[in-house]
């Protein structure tokens, strides 16, 4: 059974602060990484994909992959009021069809 | 120009009853997929479909039953409606699992 594992929180951050949202699961074979942000009531955005182990930026998004530790997070710098959300992470071990396995999220609050 | 559309947005409907949702992409996709997200937002995947082929059959109900006429379009139709069923249905699409999904805006299916 494939899991992944997140706090469901809320995690609450202060405005201008780095908010860190940790993933990890259990399929050793996972091979692609995903946080999706959804906001109440919408549908999940895709905002950060990451494949390798390290670092990969985007703006203010920072992925951080360690396939050792089976370990996946996103820190999001100079966070902002309209950041808040609930963030899903997802992996998946194949291409083609294969679906993706989803947490069941963080919600995160910045405060003003 | 909607990536992904959902029909309807909204369901109520009672118990016992068959209803159907309806999804399309303009993306050109190949793979189409049905997601449910229940009421503490865990997503878990239903059913995929890769150009019409039904590729993905979780272990859900055979009161579902999707049904792709083209690669544009997956539909899922529901009978005998239980109160269970009560959730948010989301469709989405992707080239290929590994590069993530666009989702469609979800339809909220409300058994009474």
Same mark, same amino acid.
């Given at each position: ?112 | ?10 369901? #109520? ?5 068959? !209803? /159907? ?7 050109? +996709? ?29 272990? #859900? ?5 999707? !049904? /792709? ?7 899922? +139709? ?35």
């Amino acid at each position: 059974q494939k899991e992944v594992e997140q706090n469901s929180g809320p995690l609450s951050v202060p405005e201008g602060a780095i908010a860190s949202l940790n993933c990890t699961y259990s399929d050793r074979g996972s091979q692609s990484f995903f946080w999706y942000r959804q906001y109440s009531g919408k549908s999940p955005e895709l905002i950060m994909s990451i494949y390798s182990n390290g670092d990969k930026e985007d703006g203010r998004f920072t992925a951080q992959l360690n396939k050792a530790s089976q370990y996946v997070s996103l820190l999001i710098r100079d966070s902002q009021p309209s950041d808040s959300a609930t963030y899903l992470c997802a992996v998946t071990s194949g291409g083609g069809a294969d679906g993706l396995t989803f947490g069941k999220g963080t919600h995160l609050i910045i405060q003003p | 120009d909607t990536a992904v559309s959902q029909t309807p947005k909204y369901l #109520v409907t009672q118990m016992g009853n068959d !209803k /159907s949702i309806k999804c399309e992409q303009n993306l050109g +996709h190949d793979t189409m997929y049905w997601y449910k997200q229940d009421s503490k937002k865990f997503l878990k995947i239903m059913f995929s479909y890769n150009n019409k082929e039904l590729i993905i059959n979780e272990t #859900v109900p055979n009161r579902f039953s999707p !049904k /792709s006429p083209d690669k544009a379009h997956l539909n899922l +139709h529901i009978n005998s409606l239980e109160l269970g069923d009560s959730a948010v249905y989301f469709c989405a699409s992707s080239v290929r699992t590994d590069v993530g999904y666009t989702f469609g805006s979800g339809t909220r299916l409300t058994v009474v």
